[in-house]
């Protein structure tokens, strides 16, 4: 039993280029995969299908992610009046390996010396 046939076409690497350039901050349009799939007038599954099976088609679908990366770090980081906390502390855990650490078995308080309980030390 055979499916239909694909829609795909290798143009359509060079359309996520011509794409690309109806994003942007200034044009107030974040780079989506879903605004990818209206654009080719296909279903987004059908993008990731073709994605696994043209290579130079999973680079150019990987493109938009990344465009997309870029601007929601810069919009995030730079995009009001002050840095977004918040945003460089989701960079930094996520992309960094730093990890906010809290004390829930002491609740920060300084741990007692331990009790030996009549121990003694051998050296040997």
Known sequence: MLGRPTKFDPKFVDEA???????????????????????????????????????????????????????????????????????IKLMLQNNHGMKERADHTTNDRELPTPIMGGASVVNI
């Open 17 to 87: 280029d011509k794409y690309l350039l109806t994003t942007g901050k200034e044009k107030m349009h974040l780079p989506k995969i879903e605004s990818f799939a209206i654009w080719l007038d296909v279903n987004k599954d059908t993008l990731y299908a073709w994605a696994k099976k043209y290579p130079e088609f999973s680079d150019a679908l990987d493109k938009i992610k990344l465009r997309q990366a870029v601007q929601l770090i810069d919009d995030g980081v730079y995009g009001g009046k002050e840095v977004n906390a918040t945003i």
